[in-house]
């Protein structure tokens, strides 16, 4: 017993057992909301989005090439993943072991600009310990690729800029720095092209993030909603004592008060920012990062990894169980993010149906992204009851045009005298093949 619990914790069989989980999921797990949302990115390539960089829509383009199947779509994130975590087992088994108990890690794979946010963040930390103690001819080849990784980074998504705040706040005599100029200069190259992309837009993205996530919600809420999303991507069992060994560790070295202030400083910027909004589990990648490579350095390990395995094996076990229900259909989940996975293939063809000739036009990006990834046609979102989209900026630029006449609407608010459709996802959709104008005010149904 003690020879077959010896060889299932070996580093190599978690690994590939690892990998070989994702490409099974990636084959056959049914595409989310959010990677048919940014398939529309990789099909209207630009400089950049009305709310997100452009890296997304590229990684996704790269993996069209071989085909429009999920699997391939997911190809290149799958990719990156993997190229990731096998670095991760070669320079630092205890990180290893951490990374694996952890939400973020598995969901690494998705066409979404969270799984390269996942695989900068790591970057640009492992680089920058490189840059800031390798001295001499050496540093200009860290300096070269650190600078890579925060240019592209912030092409990916725009919160590895907190890690790179941070960085400074917690070393500010790194600004002092001939190299830190460099790779300043080279950074702000690599992202020039979407900056002015922003300019010509006046700075929608930005605007988006900044303005356009404010909700109604406030407080109490808000602030369990930041800690479940914690708990979540930092995993059940390593989140708490991840918070509790960061506090108590004694930086050693410039690099671990960076690591120890990113942590800290952004568990504070996001508590202050659930006040004004609700909180993404996915932002806090870049907190929870830098929090893992601390307590997994060697002068810091406050987690003795062999006695905690098992308690890892339960986390993994976890994930491992979520990932098997995003591959099985079931009539209702209690998770939306998981039920939203479900039934569009034959709910597609079941609202063409309906439709008939009528050209379809949708209310939100993601039944709109659903309906064209399924349909293989355009489905502009018309935006009448939600929050605007990259439809409003292709609209703009008339790759769509607003409709003047009698519509097929395909809506997941309440509209009179709809056709009501029931879905897994605990909602409802309502399809007015004959819609010409908002008949009444919409009531909420479904996301």
Not at 40 to 63: E, M, Q, R, S, T
């Amino acid at each position: 017993m003690m020879t077959i619990k010896k060889t299932f914790f070996q580093p190599q069989v978690f690994l590939w057992g690892f990998i070989l989980l994702n490409l099974v999921t990636i084959a056959f797990m049914p595409i989310s909301h959010d990677e048919a949302y940014y398939t529309l990115y990789a099909n209207n390539l630009d400089w950049g989005f009305y709310d997100h960089p452009p890296l997304v829509g590229l990684f996704i383009k790269f993996g069209q090439i071989f085909g429009d199947h999920a699997f391939f779509l997911r190809l290149f994130f799958f990719l990156c993943q993997t190229g990731l975590i096998l670095l991760i087992s070669k320079f630092n088994k205890n990180l290893f072991w951490l990374s694996l108990s952890t939400l973020f890690v598995h969901s690494g794979f998705l066409a979404i600009p969270d799984s390269l946010l996942l695989v900068f963040t790591f970057a640009y930390f492992f680089l920058l310990q490189k840059f800031i103690f390798t001295k001499g001819k050496g540093n200009l080849k860290y300096s070269l690729l650190l600078a890579l990784t925060i240019g592209l980074g912030l092409l990916g998504k725009y919160h590895l800029f907190l890690a790179v705040i941070f960085t400074f706040v917690a070393y500010p005599k790194l600004l002092l720095r001939k190299e830190t100029l460099l790779v300043t200069i080279l950074s702000f190259i690599i992202f020039l092209p979407h900056f002015k992309w922003m300019i010509d837009h006046d700075y929608i993205t930005w605007k988006f993030h900044l303005f356009g996530r404010q909700n109604a919600v406030r407080g109490v809420d808000n602030f369990t909603s930041l800690i479940g999303s914690y708990i979540a991507l930092g995993g059940l069992v390593l989140s708490i004592p991840l918070f509790y060994f960061v506090i108590k560790i004694k930086p050693k070295d410039q690099f671990d008060k960076i690591l120890k202030l990113c942590f800290l400083g952004q568990a504070g910027f996001f508590l202050l920012l659930s006040f004004r909004n609700s909180i993404e589990g996915n932002w806090l990648l870049t907190m929870v990062v830098p929090g893992l490579i601390i307590i997994s350095r060697p002068d810091h390990l406050k987690i003795n990894v062999e006695k905690w395995k098992n308690y890892f094996l339960i986390n993994f076990l976890i994930l491992f169980i979520l990932r098997i229900m995003f591959l099985m259909p079931i009539r209702s989940y209690p998770i939306p993010r998981l039920a939203e996975l479900f039934q569009w293939e034959n709910l597609s063809v079941q609202i063409q149906d309906i439709c008939e000739d009528q050209p379809i036009y949708a209310n939100s990006y993601q039944v709109a992204a659903k309906l064209t990834y399924y349909l293989k046609k355009e489905i502009p979102a018309l935006h009448l009851f939600g929050r605007k989209s990259h439809y409003t900026l292709l609209e703009e630029n008339k790759k769509f045009s607003h409709p003047q006449e009698e519509f097929c609407f395909v809506s997941n608010f309440k509209i009179p005298n709809a056709i009501k459709i029931r879905t897994v996802f605990e909602g409802k959709l309502y399809i007015d093949p004959k819609y010409k104008s908002p008949k009444a005010r919409p009531i909420r149904s479904g996301w």
